[in-house]
């Protein structure tokens, strides 16, 4: 899946930025820091979706939030719920 938005440039940007890095051991160390704060980064991603969805919510019915972003009913009350598409059962 590839996906293009300023965000995810931005997140490439990043990446290019680490893999810039020129000394390989300083790269190592810097991607590793940044792979160890990826499971915090991806809740405080989810939460900030989370607090979006439910403040369109605020305004507008599921069916119009699933349209407006592109995703059916059932995931905009997962998502406004907190549910993890990775969640485990």
Avoid at 24 to 47: F, I, K
Avoid at 67 to 87: D, F, T
Wanted: proline share 6%.
């Amino acid at each position: 899946m590839t996906e293009t938005s300023p965000a995810v440039d931005a997140i490439r940007s990043v990446i290019a930025d680490l893999a810039a890095i020129p000394d390989p051991a300083d790269r190592a160390r810097a991607v590793g820091a940044v792979l160890d704060a990826v499971p915090a980064l991806q809740a405080e991603l989810r939460a900030t979706r989370q607090a979006a969805v439910i403040e369109l919510r605020g305004t507008r019915s599921l069916a119009e939030v699933a349209g407006v972003l592109g995703i059916s009913v059932p995931r905009v009350s997962q998502i406004a719920s907190g549910v993890s598409r990775n969640a485990r059962k």
